[in-house]
């Protein structure tokens, strides 16, 4: 019996290796014939009918029928991936606003909500705000198909989705944040810390694309970093790797009792503001630009020593323009003596990299899900896509409706709960056991 579980699981194994280079030459060709997906994914033409016949099946792919030509014989049909089949989100919990982003299966922008946060605002009153938010994003689309959300906040996360430590929200401390969220948005949850998943998008479709090692920083009213190793996030054993702003000697932490943020540095200026007339020439601001780099550098120095990364990105709240930038590459020449530096970039995600990062991960937990695999690379983002979607939300004034449409709270929602969100979600999820039972069945039948 063993043996023969043995077998089974290698035969699982193998099934889901072919599924997937099938699903991954379909979503990026596009349409292709048959015979076409066969070449491109190295398989037979009987192996890649069975698989196209299962994802057919369960929606992720569709026919057409070739147009007749003057040759004999049946025209070829062609087989075309069915993005729509489920959709993801990445919602960045900020400390000043949420932004929730939607994509198909082929990482088209689809979607996207965002709302303004009061500062008093308590960790049930944010969740149900994410709930909210969410759902507006899916207003124009079919919400039974979400198939996977991440959720973004500031703190440390463990791998179940508990929250380690949240200083901005502390009643959150120890929370099973992933199951709270789940029950409240009526969908599979993975929490995230924000500042590894815009490291994440930045790796996917950002600045440190062509990167291996790469350390990210994000700076705004706090400065966090994360690691990431061999193109994976370095998490670390306590799920803190990167988090040295606890160390005085960083200037990553508040310099006294009376200071609610590292960008006092400005003395009560926008930083923007300030950045914009030290581009112009202005000593005074480039004073206060030089005095804030000078104040953060060392943090920079001792993560991006110690990865040594091929690249380090400086993004989060703040435009980091070529001011910053230079004067940062200039204070870390003065502070490190050894000839060779990783180089330090801006971010070219700016405050969309978290959600995006968000959005990555929900691919990715959902490749494993919906197709059994992890080899499926993520797809490209149409990042111009999500400023004019934003600008379109902005404009028709969805940005800040009340939140109070999406019903009960967290603190009223109870792990059973039923009703149309309940069962909306159902749907997908079974669609996704009914597939995975599906592939165990055909590969267990391929034995006999």
């Known amino acids: 019996m063993a043996l023969s579980g043995h077998h089974e699981r290698e035969m699982l194994a193998f099934r889901r290796r072919n599924s997937a280079a099938c699903i991954g030459a379909l979503r990026d060709h596009g349409v292709l014939t048959v015979s076409e997906l066969a070449r491109i994914t190295g398989l037979s ?102 198939a996977a959300v991440t959720v973004c906040i500031s703190g440390i996360v463990d791998a179940s989705g508990r929250v380690l430590q949240s200083n901005v929200l502390p009643e959150w401390n ?18 995230e810390n924000d500042v590894n998943m815009a490291a994440l998008g930045e790796l996917h479709a950002g600045a440190a694309q062509n990167a291996d090692d790469v350390v990210f920083i994000m700076v705004g009213h706090r400065v966090s970093a994360a690691i990431i190793l061999g ?51 202005d000593a005074d601001a480039l004073q206060l630009v030089s005095r804030f780099a000078h104040r953060i550098i060392r943090g920079i120095a001792v993560v991006g020593l110690t990865v040594d990364p091929d690249v380090i990105v400086i993004g989060g709240g703040l435009s980091v323009g070529p001011v910053l930038l230079g004067v940062l590459q200039a204070e870390l020449a003065r502070l490190v003596t050894r000839s060779t530096q990783p180089p330090l970039v801006s971010s070219a995600l700016g405050r969309n990299g978290v959600a995006l990062g968000g959005l990555v991960r929900s691919l990715e937990v959902l490749s494993e899900r919906l197709y059994g695999s992890t080899d499926i690379t993520v797809p490209r983002f149409s990042l111009p896509a999500i400023g004019s979607i934003q600008a379109d939300a ?20 109870e792990p059973g709960v039923t009703g149309p969100a309940a069962a909306e979600s159902v749907t997908f999820g079974a669609r996704l056991a009914t597939y995975a039972a599906s592939a165990n069945a055909t590969a267990t039948h391929s034995l006999s």
């Open 45 to 146: 033409r009987p192996t890649v009918e069975s698989i196209v016949a299962d994802f057919e099946t369960h929606g992720l792919v569709t026919h057409e029928q070739q147009a007749a030509t003057a040759t004999k014989g049946r025209p070829a049909r062609r087989v075309a991936f069915n993005a729509s089949a489920g959709y993801v989100a990445g919602i960045d919990l900020g400390l000043h606003r949420v932004t929730v982003l939607i994509s198909d299966l082929a990482g088209t922008i689809v979607g996207t909500a965002l709302h303004d946060i009061d500062t008093d605002i308590t960790g049930s009153e944010l969740i149900s705000l994410a709930a909210a938010t969410l759902k507006r994003a899916l207003a124009r689309l079919d919400a039974t198909r979400l």
């Open 174 to 191: 120890g929370l099973g944040l992933s199951a709270s969220l789940s029950r409240q948005l009526a969908c599979p949850v993975i929490v």
């Open 231 to 281: 193109g994976a996030l370095h998490r670390g054993r306590n799920f803190a790797a990167g988090e040295v702003g606890d160390l005085e000697s960083t200037g990553w932490g508040y310099q006294d009792v009376h200071e609610t943020s590292v960008l006092g540095a400005f003395l009560g200026r926008d930083p923007e503001e300030v950045f914009a007339a030290a581009q112009a020439g």
């Open 394 to 413: 902005a404009a028709s004034g969805v940005a800040n409706p009340d939140a109070a449409d999406f019903g009960t709270s967290a603190a009223t929602t």
